[in-house]
């Protein structure tokens, strides 16, 4: 067993207590934060002379060739160390004898590992947002090329009003938008370098914290050394964002799979995103859609987990807080896989631009279009809506459209109907006339789509 600790024991610990502590076989995802944060605390210690340069070269070196083993394949983690800190720090002393031994000074186990968690987030949040990215620059593609493929709107999953593609897609345009910013925020909030603050009370070494956060890439030291080794709130921030990420995710796949069934038939999931059926030869399924769908559930009990763990714990550090790592980093390396596997198949996706608009017609969508000629003709707004309702009504009785009733019907149930009302109800026309920012119209998408635009160009 290689530990940090043991001088004030007199006997080995237990080994089922060592392998229920033990934490390396999933803190070794932090081997290049540690290995880096040791760096930047060696050259430190030798800045303030609390080792030499020559000692500070040779640990640089070690750690150096220790990263180099790590990721060449040369050197592997065994189980005899009990986290990445001690497999680091034993390896180190290998190579270095004492030498090695003094990179420790000045340090804690707690304020390292938080310095491991912080950058290890910090470099997460960036591929995250790289994908995120990716998926906002193929849903800005399909709404460039669906400005006029029109399809229902829905409020309560019932047909509402007229839209086009590319005006629901800019919904979730939004919301991605939104949790690209979430990230960035828990980034900057993150931002703070707990390293110096020892075990919970700092430390009697004349340490530099503001070289040590610069070299790190952070903002500036964090001002108080319990909260430093005492804060997950970030983490709590971090799979908040991210299953937010994931409910936006899941929103989408569950109108996809809609989309895809034989009932509406709007798009069709390339081969490459789909799966079969082992006793049925005809089916086609949305697995990709229903696995993210499934997955968020997942991303949800990571919140839920260091929620419940950071609940009852007095300051500072405490053991339950190991408890962090594993389902953070299977949360983050599921929401990667969802975003990147939604992406391929949205981007692959072809729609099927008749049946939406058929759709549409289908589902009296131009209702309020046809009650709002009314007004425009003189018709107080709540008498129109009653007229509309009963040309409804007529329509579903007789299994037409509103488009398929003759101008007749219409006029047997007002007189106010003229011919124009063919004109005012047009899926085209029920659209553009809604143009004001915001809105699915022709000129009010284009204005949106120059904000996207510029939006990815920018960010």
Same mark, same amino acid.
């Given at each position: 067993?290689?530990?940090? *600790? ?12 060592? /392998?229920?502590?033990?934490?390396? !076989? ?16 060696? =050259? ?43 497999? $680091? ?5 290998? @190579?270095?004898?004492? %030498? ?46 669906? %400005? ?38 828990? =980034?900057?909030?993150?931002?703070? &370098?707990?390293?110096? +603050? ?29 909260? +430093? ?10 799979? !908040? ?14 109108? #996809?799979?809609? *989309?895809? !069934?034989?009932?509406? @038939?709007? $798009?069709? #999931? ?8 082992? #006793? ?17 559930? @997942? ?13 009852? #714990? ?20 599921? $929401?990667?896989? &969802? ?10 996706? +072809?729609? /099927? @631009? ?11 969508? /131009? ?8 007004? /425009?003709?003189? $018709? ?7 007229? %509309? ?5 007529? &329509?579903?009785?007789?299994?037409? =459209?509103?488009?398929?009733? +003759? ?8 007189? %106010? ?43």
């Amino acid at each position: 067993m290689a530990q940090l *600790w043991g001088g004030r024991f007199t006997k080995e610990t237990d080994q089922l207590v060592y /392998n229920f502590n033990a934490s390396l !076989s999933f803190d070794n995802k932090l081997y290049k934060q540690d290995i880096t944060g040791s760096m930047a605390h060696a =050259s430190m210690l030798a800045k303030q002379g609390i080792i030499t340069e020559e000692e500070k070269e040779t640990i640089l070196a070690g750690l150096k060739g220790i990263l180099t083993d790590i990721e060449s394949g040369a050197l592997a983690f065994s189980p005899e160390y009990e986290d990445i800190h001690s497999f $680091v720090e034993a390896n180190l002393i290998d @190579r270095c004898g004492d %030498v090695g031994k003094k990179l420790h000074t000045g340090r804690s186990r707690n304020d390292q590992v938080a310095l491991d968690m912080k950058m290890y987030v910090r470099d997460e949040i960036g591929e995250i947002d790289i994908l995120l990215k990716e998926l906002l620059e193929s849903i800005y593609r399909i709404m460039d090329e669906n %400005v006029h493929t029109y399809m229902p709107g829905f409020t309560h999953l019932q047909k509402a009003q007229p839209v086009t593609l590319a005006h629901h897609f800019g919904a979730y345009f939004e919301m991605f938008k939104r949790d690209r910013s979430r990230m960035a925020d828990t =980034s900057k909030r993150l931002n703070l &370098c707990p390293l110096g +603050s020892g075990a919970l009370a700092g430390t009697t070494y004349p340490l530099d914290r503001e070289f040590t956060a610069e070299a790190l890439g952070f903002d500036g030291p964090t001002l108080n050394s319990m909260d +430093s080794v005492a804060d997950r709130d970030y983490l709590i921030e971090l799979l !908040s964002g991210l299953s937010t990420i994931m409910m936006h995710l899941s929103r989408f796949c569950e109108e #996809i799979i809609l *989309w895809n !069934s034989n009932e509406y @038939r709007f $798009v069709e #999931i390339d081969d490459g995103y789909s799966t079969g059926s082992s #006793i049925m030869p005809q089916k086609k399924n949305p697995d990709i859609a229903e696995l993210v769908r499934g997955k968020t559930g @997942r991303v949800y009990g990571a919140l839920m987990s260091i929620l419940t763990t950071m609940k009852g #714990i007095p300051l500072a550090y405490n053991k339950d807080m190991q408890e962090d790592k594993e389902f953070t980093f299977d949360a983050i390396d599921t $929401v990667k896989g &969802c975003i990147a596997l939604f992406n391929g198949m949205i981007a692959t996706m +072809s729609f /099927n @631009r008749e049946n939406m608009e058929k759709s549409a017609k289908n589902g009296f969508t /131009n209702a309020t279009d046809a009650a709002d000629y009314l007004v /425009n003709n003189g $018709v107080p707004f709540r008498d129109a809506h009653g007229i %509309v309702g009963r040309l409804v009504l007529a &329509c579903i009785e007789k299994n037409i =459209s509103l488009d398929e009733m +003759s101008l007749e019907e219409y006029q047997e149930i007002s007189p %106010v109907f003229k011919e124009d009302i063919y004109e005012a109800i047009s899926m085209k026309n029920c659209v553009e006339k809604r143009n004001t920012i915001g809105a699915p119209g022709e000129a009010a998408m284009k204005q949106v789509l120059v904000l996207h635009k510029k939006y990815l160009e920018e960010n």
